[in-house]
Structures are given as structure tokens and as C-alpha cells.
């Protein structure tokens, strides 16, 4: 059995999906297997929070990897950044949801739970 890994906090700032886009990535991955690794910092989930859950709930053992260039915190962030603002950019509902950003996140994400962070 597989550990239960942790989320960094960062992994945290963006909204996870609906629960019933978890149930039908958790088939698909029932079906077809993880095709994109989870993206660790450490020995926390830094990118595949949903791809996490949905193995979880579907009984698949989630393949891991260190995500590429990242060796500190500041790396971290851009990482996490680079990743959630190329997806939402290719989103439609995500982008008719967000008027404005801040460094690629939603203003009350940044305020809250980013800028803390950035700012140690």
C-alpha cells in the first residue's frame, strides 16, 4: 500500500474539482491508469491534488516524481503559479470565472494563502 502523502500549502491556493469530475477521472484512471505523475516538493503534492484523490478513490497506486527545477520555496511558487495559470488559460469555465489575477491566482486565493507564503 502506497503512503498517504501530504498537500503543500501551495497546492492548496487553487480550487480542487467537482465532486463529479472526481468520480469520472477516478473511472478513467480505473480504466486507462495515471498518464500524468503527481509533482512532488519533498514528500508533499505540489501539483495532482485531484489526480491524488481520484486514485485514492479508485484504488490505483499514484506514480510520483520531484517536480523539475524545484529545490526551494521560491521555486515552489513559480512552479505552482506556471501550472495552475497555463491550465486556467486553457479552461473556459475557470476563465469566465476569474475577472482579475494576481501573479496568475485569484485575488482572495493571493490574499489569503499566497501572499502569506511569498511573504515568509
Do not use: W
Not at 62 to 75: K, L
Amino acid at each position: 500500500m502506497t503512503p498517504a502523502l501530504a498537500f503543500h500549502p501551495l497546492c492548496a491556493i487553487f480550487p480542487g474539482i467537482p465532486e463529479d469530475e472526481t468520480s469520472a477521472l477516478a473511472e478513467d484512471l480505473r480504466e486507462h491508469g495515471l498518464i500524468e505523475p503527481i509533482e512532488l516538493y519533498g514528500t508533499t503534492i505540489l501539483d495532482g491534488r485531484n489526480r491524488y484523490l481520484a486514485c485514492q478513490r479508485a484504488g490505483v497506486a499514484p506514480a510520483t516524481q520531484q517536480a523539475p527545477g524545484v529545490h526551494r520555496d521560491e521555486d515552489a511558487v513559480r512552479f505552482v503559479i506556471n501550472r495552475m495559470a497555463s491550465r486556467s488559460q486553457s479552461r473556459s469555465t475557470l476563465s469566465a470565472r476569474r475577472p482579475t489575477f494576481t501573479h496568475g491566482v485569484c485575488p482572495d486565493c493571493y490574499d489569503k494563502r499566497l501572499k502569506p507564503i511569498i511573504d515568509g
